[in-house]
């Protein structure tokens, strides 16, 4: 049921600050990460975890591409993340001591399901699901599952099940990260509890990111920029951003501007830019001068931290200071939100979009 809301897709938008709390939920004691919430026998397999190898598929892989910046910083193993329609047809080489995660919503993606049943035929340490849905084939094939509790989602479009991953990826960061001397857990876990607050607080800008979307419902394409763990955001941007207004989006880190995407930077082509506050801002405050320097019109979504020179090519949005960890969760949730309302106003079906299917069964 919509409720209020004239689509499923802001409702989902909007229960995110609710779902955050239920991930967390029953998940968490004094400080510290339940391990048992993973499933049984978690612990004596997490102990023996060396590298990560994650799997998934369109938005879900994007949850895995932010969680392999937050492995590697904060465990301090290998992680790689690959598409799952890649990883079930090559060759791929399994080191002693992988943990293998699959990341679905529903749980029942033709290919994540696949690479599971591929990579069972070698010798990973064991398989975890992050899954929003308790009884989905990928659950009942893993070793270890754990729930994203976002209830359902019925927009195609996925959002609250993206942010619930990202919390779930956390916790799933922190487990492995005390194993190897990490000692800010309780710090993140109280970051992460603040995350409902903050959550509240952006969706508060809904009138002002309305008022954003405007300006791009008679473009044809778009470009959105990010560094570090809000690369793999800005491809979330994009994605939502094609899938429901049908404008061709595309992500690039930032740093790659000069390598070909510069040449496309004119004034029919906006710029979407993600920038909190962490130890790459400078670089992008740069990155971002060059596209204006092109006569590109730039859609900012920043932290009060950014200096950006004011002007006519700039539309700014400025967030709540965040704890940098977190800010690959609070910043998805402006981009879900300009996607929806450019497509509500360029008219589409936005729960439904052509094309495609909620849950997608068939290779
Ligand atoms: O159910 P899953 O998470 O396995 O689905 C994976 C993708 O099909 C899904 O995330 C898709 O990319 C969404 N429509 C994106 O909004």
């Known amino acids: ?46 102990d023996q975890v060396k590298m990560v190898q ?117 916790l799933t960061t922190l487990v492995l990260a005390r194993r190897y001397g990490f000692d800010g857990e309780q710090e993140i876990v109280a970051q992460l509890e603040q995350l409902i607050d903050l959550t509240e607080q952006v969706l508060a800008l809904d009138p002002q990111i309305q008022k954003m979307a405007e300006h791009f419902v008679d473009k044809h394409h778009a470009l959105f920029l990010g560094r570090g763990t809000i690369y793999p955001v800005a491809v979330e941007g994009a994605l939502k951003l094609k899938e429901i207004s049908y404008i061709h989006a595309e992500a690039y880190p930032a740093g790659e501007l000069k390598h070909g995407p510069l040449a496309l930077v004119d004034e029919d082509m906006p710029v979407v830019a993600i920038a909190p506050n962490n130890s790459l801002l400078e670089k992008l405050q740069a990155n971002l001068e060059e596209v204006r320097a092109r006569g590109g019109k730039l859609f900012l979504f920043a932290d009060s931290k950014a200096q950006v020179k004011p002007g006519n090519d700039l539309e700014l949005i400025t967030l709540p200071d965040v704890p940098t960890v977190m800010a690959p969760i609070i910043y998805s949730i402006p981009l879900q939100l300009l996607a929806y309302y450019v ?21």
Not at 93 to 98: D, I, L, N, Q, S
Not at 353 to 363: D, M, Q
Request: hydrophobic share 40%; aromatic share 8%; proline share 3%.
């Open 54 to 170: 994650i799997v998934a598929c369109g938005t879900s892989y994007n949850a895995g591409v932010v969680a392999r910046y937050w492995i590697e910083k904060l465990v301090g193993i290998p992680c790689m993340v690959e598409v799952a329609s890649e990883f079930r047809y090559r060759k791929t080489v399994c080191m002693p001591g992988t943990l293998f995660i699959t990341i679905s919503q529903s749980g029942e993606t033709a290919d994540t399901l696949s690479a599971l049943r591929e990579a069972k035929e070698q010798n990973y340490l064991g398989f975890l699901s992050i899954c929003n849905v308790a009884g989905s084939s990928l659950v009942r094939e893993s070793d270890l599952a754990i729930m994203t509790n976002a209830g359902p989602e019925i927009g195609v479009a996925s959002t609250k099940a993206f942010t619930s991953q990202l919390v779930v990826l956390m």
């Open 1 to 46: 049921d919509k409720g209020l809301y004239r689509h499923y897709m802001l409702k989902e938008i909007y229960e995110q600050p609710d779902v955050i709390a239920r991930v967390l939920e029953g998940r968490i004691h004094q400080g510290h990460v339940l391990e048992q919430v993973f499933g049984s026998g978690a612990s004596e397999l997490f």
């Open 343 to 363: 497509a509500c106003l360029k008219g589409t079906d936005v729960d439904q979009p052509r094309n495609l299917a909620k849950s997608v069964t068939v290779e």
